[in-house]
């Protein structure tokens, strides 16, 4: 079952490694279901872990889309630095980049979601992503693109591929896949 699933565990280990190791910084990342797990318990525990060894945290779900990757995900994440730090600043989760209208998987903590629905640059979708990819067919590759690049997201993934294609292979799948 869910509960008995023994990556629940995992946290421990990680604020173990935090409190052996003192970084000045913590980043942890997780899905957004740990949110509601155990009806917040389990986050509960994993901030009041990190606070127990001396950190402040805090947490955010932060969309993948809006910060130009192309993709809708949203993941959990918990950032923290040692309380002792000399610092008068919040702890700060990246201000997005892009923005998108749709459908989110949404929890009831509306005020820990990191949203952006008009601020910056359109969210790059599949399609800008690969507009530029030649079709193959099963079990074969091909080493160039289509067509120049369509568009700025493009443009950013071939600046250091001397616009040599790379990895574009198919599976070779039957028939009936």
């Not at 869910?2 to 173990?16: G, K, P, T």
Request: zero cysteines; aromatic letters at 10%.
């Amino acid at each position: 079952s869910l509960l008995d699933d023994e990556r629940n565990e995992l946290y421990r280990n990680f604020i173990e490694y935090v409190d052996f190791f003192r970084p000045k910084v913590i980043l942890m990342e997780n899905v957004v279901g740990l949110i509601s797990h155990s009806k917040g318990e389990l986050l509960n525990e994993i901030l009041s872990g990190f606070r127990s060894i001396g950190y402040e945290v805090d947490w955010r779900v932060l969309n993948s889309a809006n910060y130009g990757v192309p993709q809708k995900r949203e993941r959990l994440f918990v950032l923290g630095r040692q309380r002792n730090l000399k610092s008068t600043e919040q702890l700060l989760f990246p201000e997005p980049t892009h923005w998108f209208e749709g459908r989110v998987i949404g929890t009831k903590h509306k005020s820990n979601y990191v949203v952006n629905k008009s601020k910056g640059l359109p969210a790059v979708s599949f399609g800008d992503a690969t507009s530029d990819l030649p079709s193959i067919k099963s079990g074969s590759s091909n080493d160039r693109y289509q067509s120049p690049p369509l568009n700025p997201y493009q443009t950013l993934m071939r600046k250091t591929s001397n616009n040599k294609l790379s990895l574009h292979n198919a599976a070779n799948h039957s028939k009936k896949m």
